[in-house]
């Protein structure tokens, strides 16, 4: 036989509220403090009324976006997606960017902590420090939502939602088109960006592994850490070309487009290397286009901030379940590659 519905004393006695608040909340009449709506709303979840559940929050949802100090056309990319989605959800939502030197832990975990502004809910880009760590956890901890996007934080649990892609997984597949696309034996350069930053760390260790187990008669150089600066990628690549064993592939998981790019120069198409790098930018797209660069792996922004969003609407009772719990990355080469603009 199928359930009964829970009535509002029910309702009222697990969310610690009177029967009269149950029904100005689930009538959406107003006069009940936010915290109290959001009591109301977690209650009537739990017992499954089988109704269309009101938003906690009445007014504008104010989310803030955080995230390290990184200026490049992948973080725009990222940052136009949220804009985006929020205009394209038709919520009355309000994104708040907020960029932090990674050095200023001090004021971010304030930030987090203590907002300066209603906050409904956390976006997090962040690295995976101690300090974050905890003002993270401590936030989750008095009831604000936040999901990670980009850069993960084990051990965290399900209250912290990752909703980027897997970054090993990403540095596998490189390395099993790498070895896919190459027809001469010789050495693979693999540059990392910033060595202790945990999307590039776990992309190295995907790459490293199928290229070693796969791929053994090539010989694998790296990870070099060119601490995504442009002309130290630059100096490594022009060093490697000098080698006595062809250098024959160039994966690069973070910057330094421009600097290798310069570095292969006026190569011919016989003698450039396999090159495949992360995120389908301008830059990389052209680069695509005119077979410099032979493939990218790209971890859809646009996705990241879609589920982002859903869960954060969901976790103040305004839609549904999310669906899709982690973004799938995408494979892109010239045969795919997007139009010039």
């Known amino acids: 036989m199928p359930r009964n519905k829970p009535n509002f004393h029910q309702i009222a006695e697990l969310a610690g509220v009177s029967p009269s608040t149950v029904d100005r909340v689930l009538n959406d009449r107003g006069g009940v403090s936010e915290a109290r709506r959001k009591k109301v709303l977690e209650a009537a979840r739990r017992l499954g009324t089988g109704r269309v559940l009101p938003s906690s929050v009445r007014g504008s949802m104010h989310f803030d976006i955080i995230r390290t100090k990184a200026e490049n056309e992948f973080s725009r990319r990222m940052e136009q997606a949220l804009q985006r989605v929020a205009s394209m959800l038709g919520k009355s939502i309000v994104l708040h960017r907020s960029v932090w030197a990674s050095e200023d832990q001090a004021p971010l975990v304030k930030f987090m902590t203590k907002p300066r502004h209603r906050r409904h809910g956390l976006i997090m880009v962040a690295g995976d420090t101690p300090e974050v760590r905890g003002a993270l956890e401590l936030a989750v901890g008095n009831g ?27 540095g596998a597949t490189a390395a099993l088109l790498m070895g896919r696309f190459l027809r001469r034996e010789g050495r693979v350069l693999m540059l990392t960006g910033l060595s202790n930053f945990q999307p590039y760390r776990e992309r190295s260790e995907g790459f490293t592994q199928v290229m ?16 995504d600066e442009e002309e130290l990628a630059e100096a490594a690549v022009r060093s490697h ?7 024959v592939g160039i994966y690069g998981n973070g910057q330094g487009t421009t600097g290798v790019d310069r570095a292969l120069g006026r190569l011919s198409p016989e003698e450039r290397p396999v090159w495949i790098t992360h995120e389908s930018t301008p830059q990389h797209d052209a680069l695509l286009r005119a ?9 859809d922004p646009e996705a990241q901030a879609f589920h982002g969003m859903q869960y954060l609407l969901y976790a103040n009772h305004d839609g549904p379940a999310p669906a899709v719990a982690q973004t799938r990355f995408h494979i892109i080469t010239a045969e795919n590659a997007p139009p010039p603009l």
């Open 291 to 299: 077979g410099r660069i032979s493939a990218l792996i790209d971890q």
């Open 241 to 247: 070309l000098r080698g006595a064993t062809p250098l």
């Open 212 to 227: 070693k187990r796969d791929f053994p008669h090539l010989e694998l150089v790296g990870p070099v850490d060119m601490r």
């Open 144 to 170: 604000m939502p936040a999901v990670l996007m980009v850069n993960n934080l084990p051990g965290l649990g399900q209250n912290v939602p990752y909703v980027g892609v897997d970054n090993r997984a990403a």
